[in-house]
């Protein structure tokens, strides 16, 4: 906050020194980044964010005493306007989306060149609440192939329909010719792999997922 | 004489006895009119009790100490027999001990001792009043039968004498045989090789009956560990036998289905099915009753069997993750920092340096982005309420689009489950696969296919890289998976694409789980609907999941 201009105040947050040091020099080289802390644990880090009120947080994933992703939730949450920098070594699509969910401003991999680090920290600072990572789109990309989520059986298929059209249970075990308890089977099969807690729950994912045909009055 | 310090009750016992024989002979001695060399006989066999009885020295099992004390006994007793052949009893007790403790051969060993050592004494000056110079001879046979008495004592007594608590005792003499069993004979001791030798019991016990053997899954679906996956009938009979750990026998249509809980103790541990669609006669009641017979030997085993195969799967998830930590944590860390040095200089240098700076920078990140993927790798498992086609299908996307491989995915999947075994070991044959595809085949595509209807699966991996026509210098990858392979009872094979399509470049790894290969019977399974022909046919590139 010296003021000469307007400098990007970062606190960096990581349990490997070299690391911290290797990023400071980087931010130091920019010009226009001022490093006004270094924390290596969660705990200190909550502590330097009190006091040093910096406008961009650089954190690792992984902590020794807790999420970096968690601190990123809760720092986002207690100051609307900070920007957050999420660097991680872990290489699966979970922690960038993670990330994404806690209202991180950008996500970087440990094997990107530093500079990148600076330029999302220069981006989290300018657009705290615009998400960026280098394979963002892949990641999403990647997340509309999965397959398909749930898949019911055959049988379910029959007893989802049933469902939906509103049958009860012991209807629903006379006209597909089983005992009632297996009709129970089947729903209880089928609620969890829609993940619905009841029929209604169970029949607005069947619709949404369009697996039964939706059915005009 | 048992009880926790069981031989401490013996040494007071032992030392009892020794002090009797003593006085015993103390007494004859002294009435006999030789007091001072029964002081000392007295004297110096009490010394030899004490020290040989001694807790401490005289721990059970330490053979040689009855011989040293037969030795040191005989000695005494032998050299001062003229003044006292009343001691001579006492030379029972060694011999006793040494048959109670060690048993037979140091039986033999003690008694050859004390003869050999009261012959010596026997040379000694002859005793000017006339008395007998050795022990009268009747006493050898008495000596070496208390010693073989005591020795057949101990045979019987040992197997009520518990050394540790019999729990411990019984847990490792278990652990023992599964350590054992799993070095020796790795197939001897999983899941599914026991369930189908108990599968072809039943089908054997009766005729015509159809048998599956299920467990339930920690996500609580029941997964056929040998056999069909169940329809809704069977599924209802398990689940009824598995609440009431009972035999649960339903019949519709001409078909009869009856479920019987395999046990251990009281507990659950599968449910066998044995279903009927030729008339109930295979299932008669006393065909019934020697399934049950035979399930109720089998519990145990299985039921180790699956607890093993839990036990080793938990060892290997904590040892890959104490991996990926150790990874995470240590090299990978270090080798970023590395990096962020050389950006450091980078921006220092001329601009000729910078140039093979930056070279070694990209270097270094394509190392540090292995690494990630190799704690990627390390952590990655399976999700029981995710399918395992959507499992392997992320892992193959997020790993092949690192490498900039374009990667299609093509999957049918029953709602039916694998065991978990062997949905992890395929995960992990796939990794290997996917790993090699990266690594050296120099490829532009990718293609995941996963057929899964349990028991039966078929995955494939293929890419249109340089083929195996070199050889690879990962034949250990391929060793590697095979090796899983056969541990799920799964055929691999690896293969050039050009084998099947001429015009194809590339390799293809398939991964074949066909559980009916492995029986006899051909009545065993239904036949596969889809047949053999649409399972070798390659994909041409379809991308994502496609329902059943």
């Known amino acids: 906050m010296t003021g000469v201009q307007e400098q990007i105040t970062v606190l960096l947050v990581d349990d490997h020194q070299l690391i911290r040091e290797g990023l400071r020099r980087a931010f130091d080289r920019a010009g226009d980044v001022e490093v006004v802390g270094e924390a290596s644990t969660v705990a200190e880090a909550v502590d330097a964010l009190h006091r040093l009120a910096p406008r961009v947080l650089v954190t690792d994933v992984k902590l020794p005493d807790g999420d970096g992703i968690a601190l990123a939730e809760k720092a986002r949450k207690s100051t609307p306007a900070l920007g957050v920098v999420v660097l991680t070594m872990y290489a699966g699509d979970d922690k960038l989306f993670a990330a994404l969910d806690a209202g991180a401003s950008a996500f970087v991999g440990k094997d990107a060149p530093a500079e990148e680090v600076v330029a999302a920290a220069r981006h989290a600072a300018a657009n705290p609440r615009a998400f960026t990572a280098r394979d963002l789109a892949d990641a999403m990309q990647r997340r509309m192939n999965a397959p398909a989520g749930p898949k019911l059986s055959p049988r379910e298929r029959e007893v989802l329909e049933l469902l939906v059209d509103g049958l009860a249970i012991s209807q629903i075990a006379r006209r597909l010719y089983i005992s009632e308890s297996t009709a129970k089977t089947h729903v209880a099969n089928i609620y969890e792999k829609l993940g619905a807690g009841n029929r209604a729950q169970a029949v607005m994912a069947a619709v949404r997922l369009g697996l039964v045909e939706r059915h005009t009055e | ?548």
């Open chain 2, 1 to 548: 004489m048992r009880g926790k310090h069981w031989w401490r009750d013996r040494w007071v016992w032992a030392i009892v006895a020794r002090l009797l024989a003593i006085a015993f002979g103390t007494v004859l001695t002294v009435a006999a009119g030789h007091p001072r060399e029964a002081a000392a006989v007295a004297a110096l066999l009490v010394l030899i009790a004490v020290v040989g009885v001694l807790p401490g020295v005289a721990e059970p099992g330490r053979w040689w100490l009855p011989v040293a004390e037969s030795v040191a006994a005989a000695l005494v007793v032998g050299a001062l027999v003229p003044a006292g052949p009343a001691f001579v009893p006492y030379l029972l007790l060694p011999l006793v001990r040494a048959g109670l403790d060690s048993g037979l051969r140091a039986v033999a060993m003690s008694f050859c001792a004390t003869g050999a050592v009261l012959a010596l004494t026997a040379l000694a000056p002859a005793d000017t009043a006339g008395r007998p110079l050795t022990v009268p001879l009747y006493w050898l046979p008495v000596l070496a039968a208390a010693g073989a008495v005591a020795a057949w004592a101990r045979r019987v007594l040992r197997v009520e004498r518990p050394l540790v608590e019999p729990a411990y005792a019984d847990a490792h003499r278990l652990l023992s045989e599964l350590y054992l069993v799993a070095r020796h004979l790795s197939l001897g001791l999983d899941p599914h090789t026991l369930a189908t030798a108990l599968v072809e019991e039943l089908q054997g016990l009766a005729e015509g009956a159809r048998a599956t053997v299920l467990i339930r899954s920690a996500a609580g679906r029941f997964v056929p560990v040998v056999g069909e996956a169940p329809n809704p009938l069977t599924e209802s009979v398990v689940l009824d036998a598995w609440v009431a750990a009972d035999l649960v026998r339903r019949g519709r249509s001409g078909v009869t289905v009856l479920g019987l809980p395999v046990l251990m103790g009281e507990r659950v541990v599968a449910v066998v099915v044995l279903s009927d669609a030729t008339g109930a006669q295979s299932l008669s009641d006393e065909s019934v009753a020697a399934c049950r017979a035979a399930i109720a030997q089998a519990g145990p085993r299985l039921a180790s069997a699956l607890l093993f195969d839990d036990v080793r799967r938990l060892a290997t998830v904590d040892e890959r993750h104490r991996l990926a930590r150790e990874i995470h944590d240590g090299i990978a860390q270090d080798m970023a920092s590395v990096g962020y040095q050389i950006d450091d200089i980078a921006s220092d240098a001329t601009s000729e340096v910078a140039d093979r700076l930056h070279g070694l920078r990209e270097h270094l990140t394509t190392l540090v982005a292995e690494l990630r993927l190799s704690i990627f790798d390390l952590r990655a498992g399976v999700d029981e309420t995710v399918g395992l086609a959507r499992t392997l299908g992320d892992y193959v996307q997020r790993v092949g689009s690192q490498s900039g491989l374009v990667v299609h995915v093509s999957t049918d999947e029953s709602p039916h489950r694998l065991p978990l075994a062997t949905e992890v070991e395929l995960l992990r044959i796939v990794q290997e696969a996917v790993t090699n595809v990266r690594r050296h085949a120099g490829a532009a595509n990718l293609w995941l296919t996963v057929v899964v209807d349990p028991p039966r699966a078929r995955v494939t991996v293929a890419d249109d890289g340089r083929g195996l026509s070199a050889p690879r210098p990962d034949s250990v990858g391929i060793t590697g998976m095979k090796e899983r392979a056969t541990r799920i009872g799964a055929s691999l094979s690896v293969r050039n694409r050009s084998e099947i399509d001429p015009t194809a470049r590339g390799t293809v790894v398939e991964i074949l789980l066909e559980p009916s290969r492995g029986t006899t019977r051909s009545n065993l399974t239904v036949t596969d609907a889809r047949g053999s022909d649409d399972m070798t046919h390659l994909p041409g590139g379809s991308t994502g999941g496609e329902t059943t």
